[in-house]
Nanobody, 117 residues
Framework: QVQLVESGGGLVQPGGSLRLSCAAS????????MSWFRQTPGKKRELVAH????????NYADSVKGRFIISRDNTKNMVYLQMNSLKPEDTAVYYC??????????WGQGTQVTVSS
């Protein structure tokens, strides 16, 4: 019963901010590297941000560097994506992804982020 439940998506104006949350259950969050992906119609799902099991190392897509921050709180089995200075190009469905040491990955249900005036 591995499950990732996302929240925090919505409609924001350009230049605004949102924080996405991902609640993990069914496994120990600290045993999994976590990522955020996003996808728009007609495009492949792309990696936005990645964080190691203990949060020691993070990586970002070039398009979001300096604007987005991925973090995690393993005591709460939570992963976050703070999104600042949002642009219309950031509009997408955002997905939480957990990759366990076994090699199996799990996806969240996705949450819509729309950046528009």
């Amino acid at each position: 019963q591995v499950q990732l439940v996302e929240s925090g998506g919505g409609l924001v104006q350009p230049g605004g901010s949102l924080r996405l949350s991902c609640a993990a259950s069914g496994f120990t969050a600290s045993s999994a590297a976590m990522s955020w992906f996003r996808q728009t119609p007609g495009k492949k799902r792309e990696l936005v941000a990645h964080i190691t099991t203990n949060g020691g190392i993070t990586n970002y897509a070039d398009s979001v560097k300096g604007r987005f921050i991925i973090s995690r709180d393993n005591t709460k089995n939570m992963v976050y994506l703070q999104m600042n200075s949002l642009k219309p190009e950031d509009t997408a469905v955002y997905y939480c992804y957990a990759l366990r040491g076994s090699g199996f990955g799990s996806w969240g249900q996705g949450t819509q982020v729309t950046v528009s005036s």
